[in-house]
């Protein structure tokens, strides 16, 4: 069975950074690309960023410049380091694995941008 914890959502102010942690624990479990989206209150699931297992990533246009992705395939952690934060980048955001073509969802760890 595969479990997904988010760890680090916080309040922060504007221009902050924070850093999310994403833990995947499940036996004999391969994971292939690793991704981040979000859920603003209101407004659909969004895609952040996603990494895959050789380590190449991708960046919606809101996060390029600011975020950065990063993943240990041994220990199966993801991690997303978020610079610059703004107001709208509020929201619960979630971890996202593809392993041996099945999706996988964390429950979300909510960030709250705010002065």
């Known amino acids: 069975q595969v479990q997904i914890a988010e760890f680090g959502g916080d309040l922060v102010q504007p221009g902050g950074s924070l850093g999310l942690s994403c833990v995947v624990s499940?036996?004999?479990?391969?994971?292939?690309?690793m991704s981040w989206y979000r859920q603003a209150p209101g407004k659909q699931r969004e895609f952040v960023a996603r990494?895959?297992?050789?380590?190449?990533?991708a960046y919606s246009a809101s996060a390029l410049g600011r975020f950065t992705i990063s993943r240990d395939n041994g220990r199966k952690f993801m991690y997303l380091l978020m610079n610059n934060l703004k107001i709208e980048d509020t929201a619960v955001y979630y971890c996202?694995?593809?392993?041996?073509?099945?999706?996988?969802w964390g429950q979300g760890t909510q960030v709250t941008v705010s002065s």
């Open positions: 996202n694995i593809l392993s041996d073509g099945a999706e996988y």
């Open positions: 499940g036996d004999d479990i391969s994971i292939d690309t």
């Open positions: 990494i895959t297992i050789g380590h190449r990533t």
